[in-house]
T-cell receptor
Framework: DGGITQSPKYLFRKEGQNVTLSCEQNLNHDAMYWYRQDPGQGLRLIYYSQIVNDFQKGDIAEGYSVSREKKESFPLTVTSAQKNPTAFYLC???????????????FGDGTRLSIL | AQSVAQPEDQVNVAEGNPLTVKCTYSVSGNPYLFWYVQYPNRGLQFLLKYITGDNLVKGSYGFEAEFNKSQTSFHLKKPSALVSDSALYFCAVRRSASKIIFGSGTRLSIRP
């Protein structure tokens, strides 16, 4: 079955620690995204990537970093600079832009990050 | 500025009754509109989309949505609600690969 796999499902971060959230997709999608979800606030875009080795900041990129070395993988690192990292993190993918802009996003089942 | 609004944080409906979850948008040009559903501790699942053509769009699980260009609305509807429809619903608009805007979500609660 094609889909998006996020791991781990739950993650705990200590003060001053960087943590990395994994996102892998086997849908052959070009574009991948990271969102942060807080209660009552919907989804906020952290980073997105439309092709390998390229990515752009979203609305709340400060304190986060990403890489896109392979089409299938788009890991997110939550750095110690992110002072309020407790949230539910969602990874998504879709086919590219342009004429494919009418395609929906596919989402993973999320990683819940908490501070110890 | 492009935006999507879901004016109701919560909608409560009795099982068997029709339900409506509201969404209005503000974008330039022709929007691509989507509805997603989210169950607890899960990702979003795609329900339906409007691209062009018929204003009434049918989607998964018996849901449908009505596109109204003059009112810039894209309300989600279902003729007969089920308890299992209880979840968080998001409206979204997409203009390109990068420009995807989500509403704040509406929690739908169906009472038996």
């Amino acid at each position: 079955d094609g889909g998006i796999t996020q791991s781990p499902k739950y993650l705990f971060r200590k003060e001053g620690q960087n943590v990395t959230l994994s996102c892998e997709q086997n849908l052959n999608h070009d574009a991948m995204y990271w969102y942060r979800q807080d209660p009552g606030q919907g989804l906020r875009l952290i980073y997105y990537s439309q092709i390998v080795n390229d990515f752009q900041k979203g609305d709340i990129a400060e304190g986060y970093s990403v890489s896109r070395e392979k089409k299938e993988s788009f890991p997110l690192t939550v750095t110690s600079a992110q002072k309020n990292p407790t949230a539910f993190y969602l990874c998504a993918s879709t086919t590219g832009g342009g004429r494919d802009s009418n395609q929906p996003q596919h989402f993973g089942d999320g990683t819940r990050l908490s501070i110890l | 500025a492009q935006s999507v609004a879901q004016p109701e944080d919560q909608v409560n409906v009795a099982e068997g009754n029709p339900l409506t979850v509201k969404c209005t948008y503000s974008v330039s040009g022709n929007p691509y509109l989507f509805w997603y559903v989210q169950y607890p501790n899960r990702g979003l699942q795609f329900l339906l989309k409007y691209i062009t053509g018929d204003n009434l769009v049918k989607g998964s699980y018996g849901f449908e949505a009505e596109f109204n260009k003059s009112q810039t609305s894209f309300h989600l509807k279902k003729p007969s609600a089920l308890v299992s429809d209880s979840a968080l619903y998001f409206c979204a608009v997409r203009r390109s690969a990068s420009k995807i805007i989500f509403g704040s979500g509406t929690r739908l609660s169906i009472r038996p």
